[in-house]
């Protein structure tokens, strides 16, 4: 977690631990949504505000901001339970998205620069090479969100982001969708991966062009079919 927890116990250590684990693996369920609001109101004499804060800045990352379709009134109702325990929301945004390095702005650049377009496919794709890393000093978790920014331009469903790891000699592979293309089952038939429908991920072992490659063949069997 980006923020940390002061003056908490061991038992309150575990609490959250359980809880942002809990709703990180299960999020969005309507069984777990209902479960985790019947537990706040259960527990709120134990959760005290850091606690919410680790708990709220969990659900802010696995909602994308409560942006993605599976974000429920549910959801909105458990934050406003955390918001009430004395979370502050503006200092978790800064905290989770104004928080980064200049290095990790040119990574960023690097990838939107290499984006492109599947032809006749509302797919976009970018690849990073293991020099474009190392030249822009990449750091663990730098690209964390970079395959969104498909996803922003008009008519585009699917964005996929390529990721070369030399020093495991495989390449990473993201997808994010929206709609009707669920990028779970291509990441699980061709790249070795899965996820949820609209956000996966799949590992190559093939070079990075060669993936490159597989994946224009992949993604056109796939929508096609």
């Known amino acids: 977690m980006l923020l940390h927890i002061k003056g908490s116990n061991k038992y309150n250590r575990k609490l959250v631990s359980r809880a942002t684990w809990w709703y990180a693996e299960k999020v969005m369920s309507k069984r777990l949504?209902?479960?985790l609001k019947i537990?706040?109101?259960?527990?709120?004499?134990?959760?005290?505000k850091d606690i919410a804060e680790c708990?709220?800045?969990?659900?802010?990352?696995d909602t994308g901001s409560f942006r993605f379709p599976s974000?429920?009134?549910?959801?909105?109702?458990?934050?406003?339970?955390?918001?009430?325990?004395?979370?502050?929301?503006n200092q978790i945004y800064q905290n989770l998205f104004n928080n980064f390095q200049f290095s990790r702005l040119k990574l960023?650049?690097?990838?939107l620069e290499n984006f492109k377009k599947v032809k006749e496919l509302p797919v976009m794709y970018s690849l990073l090479s293991d020099e474009d890393q190392k030249i822009n000093n990449y750091k663990k978790g730098d690209t964390e969100g970079f395959v969104n920014f498909g996803l922003s331009i008009e008519g585009?469903?699917?964005?996929?982001?390529?990721v070369e790891k030399k020093d495991e000699g495989v390449v990473k592979l993201s997808?994010?969708?929206?709609g009707e293309i669920s990028v779970n089952d291509f990441a699980a038939n061709f790249f070795n991966g899965g996820g949820h429908i609209h956000a996966a991920g799949g590992v190559s072992h093939l070079s990075l062009a060669e993936?490159?490659?597989?994946?224009?063949?992949d993604i056109l069997t796939h929508i096609k079919s």
Request: net charge positive.
């Open 55 to 61: 708990i709220y800045t969990g659900i802010v990352a």
């Open 108 to 111: 960023l650049g690097k990838t």
């Open 175 to 178: 997808f994010r969708s929206k």
């Open 39 to 48: 537990d706040i109101n259960l527990r709120k004499n134990l959760i005290d």
């Open 211 to 217: 993936t490159e490659e597989k994946f224009l063949k």
């Open 156 to 162: 585009i469903l699917c964005s996929v982001l390529m």
């Open 71 to 89: 974000t429920s009134s549910n959801t909105l109702k458990i934050a406003s339970e955390l918001i009430d325990l004395g979370v502050e929301i």
């Open 33 to 35: 949504m209902s479960g």
